[in-house]
């Protein structure tokens, strides 16, 4: 099957109200034009250098988001045209994208992520990170930043029972910071968890963004 067919075998399972972010890392201009031409707007990068470089040569409508771990001094070229960072991992990383975004006169989409999976080696907040960040004064400041939600990462096996209790441990991470930080916040009502493995399972638990990469543009070169 080509990219155009294995898009809509992702969308068939994809419910109106989850959005699809198609994780083009490592992929050509060409192949991320393939989904393009169907409709999707949303793609996801992980490393700076590499979506600069696509940037330049693709629509100007393409809603590009960040997924992959960000180091500060790398916002200042993202901040002009980035629409969403979904790895936000610290308060520092936070500052910084305000920062940015006030230089660029605009507002930074963020989503905070959460370590939820069993590898040490996944970046995130815990939730008691989450909380002190959240209650500080510093970010009572950031005006120029928009917190979107939450995202997250499971562990990656197939043992679904260990997935679901992530995901949905995330889903009541979100409940909690909704509770006591954005009862009047409209922003703050995304949870983007769910890969190419797991993404149906994590609809279930209450996903609201999807980032699908490997099904929908075939299996990437390994450990990229
Ligand atoms: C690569 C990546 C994805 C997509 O992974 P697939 O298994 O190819 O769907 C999703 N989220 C993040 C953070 C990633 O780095």
């Not at 979904?86 to 975004?101: F, G, P």
């Not at 260990?162 to 949870?191: C, H, P």
Request: proline share 2%.
């Amino acid at each position: 099957m080509g990219i155009k067919d294995n898009l809509y075998q992702v969308l068939s399972k994809i419910p109106s109200h989850v959005k699809l972010v198609a994780v083009s890392k490592t992929k050509t201009a060409d192949e991320i034009m393939e989904v393009y031409n169907e409709g999707v707007r949303d793609f996801g990068e992980n490393k700076v250098q590499e979506l600069l470089s696509k940037v330049d040569v693709l629509p100007k409508d393409i809603w590009w988001h960040l997924i992959g771990h960000l180091q500060t001094n790398k916002v200042k070229y993202i901040a002009p045209f980035v629409h969403c960072i979904q790895s936000v991992d610290s308060l520092k990383l936070l500052k910084e994208i305000n920062k940015e975004a006030i230089k660029n006169n605009r507002v930074i989409n963020c989503l905070l992520q959460v370590h939820i999976a069993q590898e040490e080696t996944k970046f995130g907040f815990s939730e008691e990170e989450l909380f002190e960040c959240l209650e500080s004064e510093e970010f009572k400041t950031l005006h120029n930043i928009s917190v979107g939600g939450l995202m997250g990462m499971a562990t990656y096996t197939p043992d679904e029972a260990a997935v679901m209790k992530e995901f949905t441990n995330l889903k009541e991470i979100f409940g909690r910071l909704k509770q006591k930080y954005f009862t009047a916040s409209e922003d703050f009502k995304d949870i983007s968890m769910g890969m190419s493995s797991d993404f149906e399972l994590a609809i279930n638990c209450g996903s609201t963004i999807v980032r699908v990469g490997s099904s929908i543009f075939g299996e990437r070169p390994k450990k990229m």
